[in-house]
């Protein structure tokens, strides 16, 4: 058991071990992914290490690639940390001296003699869907102290970052969620996923979930609302039982209408984490999160997280802007379509730094559901590519993370990450074959 979470005995032996060598590091170098849950990860690990007094170098990461690990090799470290990845590339952390520890939720590629890996994957738990690098960062955080409690609405914000909230938080998650919610954390209710100060702009600036015709289209939605008799300008927390209820059904029928999953449909309603201390709920700080790390502000997102008011307030600047670029690029995938492979759709855009993003929202709400979704983004001489399915597609055997990196690999590049969301990187002259080969094997797992 760590704090009030109920975990497999060697769980939890490996995260009081990993608690062991953090103590004994006196000064720790922390490296973390740049992603909404790689800077909660950050933030909860800073938190902790804070209230411990140790002495820590924190440093957030685009991936992990070989530059990375010759970086780390020169800077001689005593030990080191990895948060949201390490599992994926035992082989080279296992190059590194001192101590060296993963807490990564991604498919691990084997246990190590050397490396303290903290992965739910070794004890049956699935990393996809019941535990992010923000879930292992808090039991870290706890183990260490319990009153490291305060920073669960980090952690909260990270797996919804993670989309690991669509259909209800499960496994550690829900645990973790139960418990906040009893330390008075965090309070819960179901409510429309939307957030805008009228229903106008809930609807008209919603990015996720986005609604084909609406979105970024504030005369549409005007005219949608009409039909229904809501007065545009009234705030959504004020409207009346019978007209949110006729809002929602509306709203779903569209996203049915789209071509969404029933699950995506689902998540219209859903359960709000709210988070008095920081006065916005745990979307919102994902939301925000991801701004920061998309936009190269991660060390903003950390400070946001852990109460920095000044920083909050220039996240919510950088969200503005970063949901602006999304939705451009998302308006565009609705009106000029992407291009098609057999198995796989796939687009090229210009900011390596949203493609995850645009490509996860087009996949889940735009495109067509039967084919993973690439986003393909040139920088310099490499291609960064980022490749999203549907739960659905991995339940008839999609497994991205296994196709970018037998692919990846064999263009001389590398990739990983999770069977619905991964990513890669190669050269810019093997795209073509890249495409090609992700064709071929993304239907021979989909049959």
Not at 286 to 300: F, I, K, M
Not at 330 to 338: H, K, P, Q, R
């Amino acid at each position: 058991m760590s704090g009030s979470v109920v975990l497999p005995a060697e769980f939890s032996d490996a995260l009081k071990h990993t608690c062991k060598a953090i103590r004994s590091a006196g000064r720790l170098r922390v490296v973390s992914h740049y992603d909404a849950d790689g800077i909660a990860a950050a933030a909860i690990i800073s938190g902790a290490l804070v209230r411990e007094g140790l002495q820590f170098h924190l440093t957030m990461a685009k991936g992990f690639d070989e530059s990375l690990v010759t970086r780390l090799t020169k800077e001689g470290n005593a030990a080191v940390v990895f948060l949201d990845m390490g599992s994926g590339q035992i082989e080279s952390l296992e190059k590194l001296e001192g101590t060296v520890m993963a807490l990564d939720h991604h498919k691990p590629v084997r246990k190590s003699k050397t490396v303290l890996q903290v992965n739910p994957h070794f004890h049956d738990i699935n990393g996809m869907t019941e535990a992010c690098a923000s879930t292992l960062s808090l039991l870290l955080a706890i183990t260490l102290d319990p009153s490291n409690w305060n920073l669960a609405p980090i952690a909260l914000a990270g797996m919804v970052g993670d989309r690991q909230h669509m259909g209800g938080m499960r496994g550690l998650n829900r645990q973790i969620l139960d418990e906040a919610s009893d330390k008075k954390f965090v309070e819960t209710q179901n409510s429309l996923n939307l957030t805008g100060s009228t229903v106008l702009k809930s609807i008209s600036e919603s990015v996720d979930p986005y609604f084909v015709g609406l979105s970024g289209r504030p005369d549409n939605v005007s005219t949608f609302l009409e039909s229904m008799g809501v007065n545009a300008d009234t705030p959504l927390g004020s409207l009346d039982e019978f007209y949110r209820r006729k809002l929602t059904s509306m709203l779903s029928l569209r996203l049915m209408g789209q071509g969404c999953r029933p699950e995506t449909v689902e998540e219209l309603v859903t359960e709000v984490i709210w988070i008095p201390s920081m006065d916005l709920n745990a979307a919102d700080l994902a939301d925000l999160l991801n701004a920061c790390g998309r936009q190269d502000h991660e060390s903003l997102g950390v400070a946001m997280s852990l109460g920095d008011r000044d920083a909050l307030e220039e996240a919510r600047t950088l969200s503005s802007e970063y949901n602006r670029k999304l939705m451009e690029k998302l308006m565009s995938i609705e009106s000029d379509g992407v291009e098609q492979g057999d198995h796989i759709q796939y687009f090229n855009t210009e900011d390596a730094s949203l493609a995850g993003a645009e490509c996860g929202i087009a996949m889940q709400y735009i495109l067509d559901q039967s084919k993973p979704t690439l986003a393909l983004s040139t920088v310099g001489k490499k291609v960064k590519v980022s490749g999203r399915g549907t739960r659905y597609l991995v339940s008839k055997g999609l497994e991205l993370a296994a196709a970018m990196k037998r692919v990846a690999e064999g263009v001389k590049g590398n990739g990983g990450g999770h069977a619905v969301a991964s990513g890669a990187t190669i050269s810019v002259g093997k795209k073509d074959e890249f495409i090609k080969a992700m064709d071929d094997i993304v239907g021979k797992q989909l049959g």
